[in-house]
């Protein structure tokens, strides 16, 4: 689970009786990001499914925020929209910033309009921090052992045929 909202009672209990474990964790910017943004005003703008989480972290960073603009949840930017979020920012006179779930679709875009979206763009650079990370290593190492005793294993860099 991501965030720090917590777990509904029903959740937890369902995964439970499924034997399916739940390791919960939140993102955060990653160090020394905030006074690299803070003075410069932006357009922010973000495809995710609670784009006004981003918008709220970054304003917790003393980002000043001309404006924000969100898209649904893994949004492919058009040209069209890359186009009104430059021309937004020319009138703004701001500078863009994304997530970088939202940066990874952006190396994707092929137009002119795109490509300098793409280049003109900050990106906002996160980490996930697990609240409990040895029980999450502990699970991972379950996983593991018990695919490589099936079989169905293969090593970074072989091919299982």
């Known amino acids: 689970a991501l965030g720090a909202e917590p777990l509904s009672k029903d959740l937890v209990q369902r995964a439970k009786q499924a034997a399916v474990p739940i390791c919960c964790a939140t993102l955060q910017p990653s160090i020394d990001v905030g006074p690299n943004l803070t003075g410069t005003k932006f357009i922010a703008f ?7 989480k981003f918008f709220s972290t970054l304003r917790e960073l003393g980002v000043i925020l001309a404006q924000t603009r969100s898209f649904p949840d893994h949004h492919f930017f058009s040209n069209k929209d890359a186009q009104d979020l430059l ?3 020319d009138r703004e006179e701001a500078s863009l910033i994304t997530t970088e779930k939202d940066a990874v679709r952006l190396r994707r875009a092929d137009s002119a309009a795109g490509k300098k979206l793409r280049e003109q763009t900050e990106v906002l650079p996160v980490t996930a921090l697990f609240s409990d990370l040895p029980g999450l290593d502990a699970l991972l190492i379950q996983h593991l052992t018990a695919a490589r005793a ?3 294993y293969a090593p970074p860099g072989t091919r299982r045929d």
Request: proline residues 8%; glycine residues 16%.
């Open 87 to 89: 021309d937004l920012a």
């Open 150 to 152: 099936s079989h169905t």
């Open 46 to 52: 973000a495809g995710i499914g609670r784009p006004e």
